[in-house]
């Protein structure tokens, strides 16, 4: 199949293609960038035909973010030479698409829905190897709605430097298409020895979310307080992969008992870089170009034995009412 990827809303399409996103690493902030551009840019540069698009293909398989689904609604024609893989990301299932990758496992099956990670912090600069494995400095990373707000508070940075700690909060507020990369530092690590990020409580345990926080501070070589998502369980294989906290109170008893043994930070720091290996670009790139390249297009032979079962899905009965709504 012919792939195209979806990116709607941009100005310059020409120009994304021509962007390198470990240069410009700070291209990447929207979930539809990190999403969309970067896979057909990393697959592009490896050597795969894939296109980058604002309108509907005659034929093969178009790759859009669920974000965009009701503007792809207004796009189908009465075709059934094209197929639909929507990413999920942090929204409803986009009910439209034939196939899903989703940003975990909880709901993939292997058959019409696919767990591929997302991409690692783009540009990623990994803790310096000089700062040894004292811990002098935390950070949180993203955007400041996805801080639980105890540790805005100032009587967590307040604790952390009666310690010895510097506590750097490196969170914009989330803008929609906000593209204010100069303002972050997501992927400078050098100088961090801690990584905290805990959301708001959700009962849930923010099913919807990825991994990254987890696997990026892996790549960085830097152990993680993180809070309790299914995500990070998911990945989970031992208590050197990160300590799970729920509240401010069991942030602080972490960070006691990181200062107090030191051998459990330097296990936490070795062991951090045995699991980046498993999240690096070059192995999550393995897979998409498996999924992309192979295991659909397998899938695709199979549904045409049956008529019925080989249209696209957004032309059924019941979904096209969706479609056309």
């Known amino acids: ?15 994304l293609k021509e962007l390198d996103p470990e240069r410009d690493f ?3 902030q929207t979930g539809e960038r990190a999403w969309i551009l970067q896979t057909y840019l990393r697959l592009r540069r490896a050597g795969y035909e894939v296109e980058l698009t604002d309108r509907w293909p005659q034929r093969g398989l178009l790759v859009f973010s ?6 792809i609604k207004r796009l189908g024609g009465r075709t059934d030479e094209v197929r639909l893989l929507g990413i999920r990301e942090d ?4 009910w439209i698409a034939d196939w899903e990758v989703l940003q975990n496992g909880r709901y993939a099956d292997g058959c019409r829905r696919f767990f591929v990670p997302f991409w690692p912090q783009p540009g990623l600069i990994p803790r310096s190897a000089s700062r040894g494995h004292l811990l002098r400095r935390a950070a949180y990373k993203g955007f400041i709605g996805n801080l639980h707000r105890d540790f805005q508070s100032e009587r967590w940075p307040r604790f952390l430097a009666e310690r010895g700690i510097d506590w750097t909060c490196d969170a914009p507020r989330y803008g929609g298409s906000q593209r204010n990369w100069a303002v972050t530092g ?3 690590y050098r100088e961090l020895d801690l990584i905290v990020a805990i959301r708001p409580a959700d009962r849930a345990m ?8 987890l696997y990026n501070a892996w790549l960085a070589g830097v152990p993680a307080l993180l809070g309790r998502e299914y995500a990070f369980r998911e990945l989970r294989r031992s208590e050197e992969d990160y300590i799970e906290i729920s509240s401010l109170d069991e942030a602080m ?3 006691g008992v990181l200062l107090e043994q030191p051998e459990r930070y330097t296990a936490m720091v070795t062991n951090a870089q045995r699991r980046a290996v498993e999240f690096t670009s070059e192995a999550i790139l393995r897979q998409w170009a498996e999924l992309l390249f192979h295991t659909l297009p397998a899938h695709e032979r199979d549904a045409h034995v049956q008529r019925w079962r080989g249209r696209p ?5 019941g979904v096209r009412r969706i479609f056309r709504s």
């Open 1 to 15: 199949m012919r792939v195209a990827f979806y990116l709607h809303g941009e100005s310059r399409l020409e120009a």
């Open 26 to 28: 700070g291209e990447f």
């Open 66 to 71: 669920s974000k965009q689904r009701r503007i």
């Open 91 to 94: 929204v409803g299932a986009p």
């Open 186 to 188: 997501w992927n400078d």
């Open 206 to 213: 923010h099913v919807r979310k990825p991994a990254a926080k």
């Open 253 to 255: 008893q972490a960070v």
């Open 313 to 317: 899905l957004w032309l059924k009965s």
